[in-house]
């Protein structure tokens, strides 16, 4: 479709804004508004559920579950001493976590939830139609020589940055499935040898992933056995994120931690294509209604979802023809367009986007990691910019005094320690130009 944008500039001031790659907080206009959604709280504990039934197969082929019995999950870890840092500037009041997806067994991220979700899901479908398995039976089934030569006469593909390809690699090629990732040139090395190491067949772009997505999409649609995992279109990536939200409920109660009105929560999530953000945000909503605050964070210089959302035209239009960059070192955000779920689905449900620098990212990677030892790739620790504008901000900063504050990790254990230290160096650099807190 052809776009004016002096016209959407005209009614969008903000898209001027954003052109100036300046941190910014956008309210959404149509939060707490009631919009009619396709599927509801059923549909989440049914997800939840159907990874239950999969947990024996999990710890049996995933070393890494076992300790949980199968149950794909991370930390909920409580971050005092980055909150004091954090607070130098704006006190942040209430009590810092950090949801730890860097922690999640299989792939190290927040596409663990989705990405194994929707593999899982596809199996099963097939198990039950083709070799009379039923949802009673023994899911240790799964890893039976008849299931994977029956499975490995199937395909299944996946467009990524790196994260959901890893997630939808690793568990398809254990179940047995021919398996193609196609990337955008955003993806980094080591993922794309991750990969390769598993037996996977991984396709790389010279584009952007919007393009390597259409790509993807078209691949697949020509090749009968070929099933397609759409990060932009996706309900069952979706509902996968989504099962996050009964988890926190339950992580939030063992810990003796309320949420109501007088203890509100907000929750900080890195957004890029908005799939796997829109579905924690759905699962959180599910659980906890009116008492949590959903808010996105997005790179200053590629925030696809904010230009949807704002715009109304969500999938319709990319952060490139509004004439923003795009550049970003952030691989796992670097999405211009965004998904065809996330604007619609979040229209009443998310109170805002943030938008960050790159040189934050950096800093808040070597500050964490100086306070906490916790080491997250860049793209993970963008969620703490929004904290500082909750705390100014007019609505929600009075409702923020006595809150819980969840800060969502998407990854960071599987980097390479020769990279994460490169990262962190390079963190350090930039706070030598500043006053950090922590010494090295």
Known sequence: MAIDVEALKATHPILDDLLTYQELFWNNPEYQQEFTLPFGVADVLAATKRFERFAPYLALVFPDTRATHGIIESPLTKIPN???????????????????????????????????????????????AHLGFSTTDDYTKFNSAKFRDFFAQHKIEVASTGNLGLSVGLMASTLGFQTCIHMSKDAVAWKIAKLRANGVEVVVYDDNFSNAVAAARKASSQDMRSYFVDDEASTDLFLGYATAGPRIKAQLAAANIPVDADHPLFVYLPAGVGGSPSGVAFGLKMMFGANVYPIFVEPAHIPSVLVGMETQLNNDITVYDVGIDGQTRADGLAVGRPSKIAGVYMRGLLAGIATSTEDRMFKYLAELADAENIWLEPSSTIGMKALTDVMQHPIYGPRAQNATHIVWATGGSMVPTDIMHSYYEYGRELLARDTPVFSK
């Open 82 to 128: 980055m909150q004091q840092h954090l607070s130098a500037d704006t006190p942040i009041h209430g009590q810092l976590y950090l949801k730890e997806d860097n922690k999640m067994p299989v792939s190290g991220s927040i596409k663990s939830r989705g990405g194994l979700y929707e593999v899982l899901k596809y199996a099963e479908s097939l198990a039950i």
